[in-house]
């Protein structure tokens, strides 16, 4: 008899099992690396560091492609966009006896870890905006660029802003970056060398200052950042050299498995764009001075 309800027991608990979701190991700054800047002005550039991402977030259960997108002209609003959400969470999956509330952070938006960092991009004097526009996608045929409007102006991002190579899987072949069997890679991001006009008479006035980048798996996500908050440096204004950065990821022990999408965000600058520079890590202010030098925004609106 005792047998037979240790048997009746075990096939009571074997379908939970089947069905539970392991937790992910929490995500490392050194799993997305810079190690590589060119000024867009010299056919070279130079290695430096490798220099890990700022912060990181995650790894999350989950699907990116079930968050909010931006809908009002993706300028970075408040509540427009996940990334601009306070206190952000999902239930997964998001319906059923069986979905869990996971949440993602507690603060104004994604990597807002003080309000002075929230700007005044809708409403002239109310600093409730957390900045985040995003600039694009890459589910396995490339990034392509999403659109910023404003009024009765778009500019698309450029397609290819990101891009990967020397991608392998968890056992060291090579593999498809995205979409395919990759864990691991090569990136680089690739501004444009001459500034859109389209882009300044939409964002105009100040420049991004921060970048983050969300790697997908099959069931959980990790999010990446480099910000120039930390370095009290001058952005570039334009007509400055603008720079190509380069570096590696290998995200096989956080998300656990292949990376099915990248998405890639930038963010506004905060503070006085007119203090005085202060030392800080070489690789951090170039990328952050590139974020700077290519999108900018209206400081009124």
């Not at 509540?79 to 869990?100: C, K």
């Not at 397609?159 to 995205?178: E, M, P, R, V, Y």
């Not at 990821?249 to 005085?276: H, K, M, Q």
Request: include cysteine; hydrophobic fraction near 40%; charged fraction near 15%.
């Amino acid at each position: 008899m005792r047998k037979i309800l240790i048997l009746a027991w075990m096939a009571l608990c074997m379908p939970l099992v089947a069905n539970a979701t392991p937790t992910p190991l929490p995500c490392s700054t050194s799993d997305v690396q810079v190690n590589f800047i060119r000024p867009l002005d010299q056919p070279t550039g130079v290695n430096i560091g490798p220099i890990n991402s700022g912060a990181c977030l995650g790894a999350y259960v989950g699907n990116n492609s079930m968050f909010l997108q931006p809908s009002q002209g993706n300028l970075g609003f408040k509540d427009d966009g996940w990334l601009n959400i306070y206190g952000y969470g999902a239930w997964f999956p998001p319906s059923g006896p069986t979905s869990v509330y996971t949440e993602f952070w507690d603060t104004p938006g994604a990597f807002i870890i003080s309000l002075d960092m929230l700007q005044d991009l809708r409403t002239e004097g109310v600093f409730e905006d957390p900045g985040w526009i995003r600039l694009g996608k890459d589910e396995g045929s490339g990034f392509i660029g999403d659109s910023s409007t404003k009024g009765g102006l778009t500019y698309t991002f450029e397609n290819n802003l990101l891009t990967f190579s020397n991608c392998k899987d968890i056992d060291g072949n090579h593999a498809q970056c995205i979409g395919g069997d990759a864990v691991s890679g090569e990136w680089s991001f690739n501004p444009p060398e001459i500034s859109p006009p389209e882009l300044f008479d939409i964002l105009g006035g100040d420049f991004f200052d921060q970048l983050s980048v969300v790697f997908m798996g099959a069931n959980t996500f990790a999010m990446y950042t480099f910000s120039l908050s930390d370095l009290g440096l001058d952005p570039i204004l334009p007509g400055g050299t603008k720079f190509q950065f380069a570096g590696t990821f290998n995200l096989g022990n956080t998300l656990g498995g292949a990376i099915s999408n990248v998405e890639l965000w930038g963010r506004d600058p905060t503070g006085d764009i007119n203090r005085v520079p202060e030392p800080g890590i070489l690789l951090l202010m170039g990328l952050s001075l590139l974020l700077l030098q290519i999108f900018r925004r209206p400081s009124a609106r």
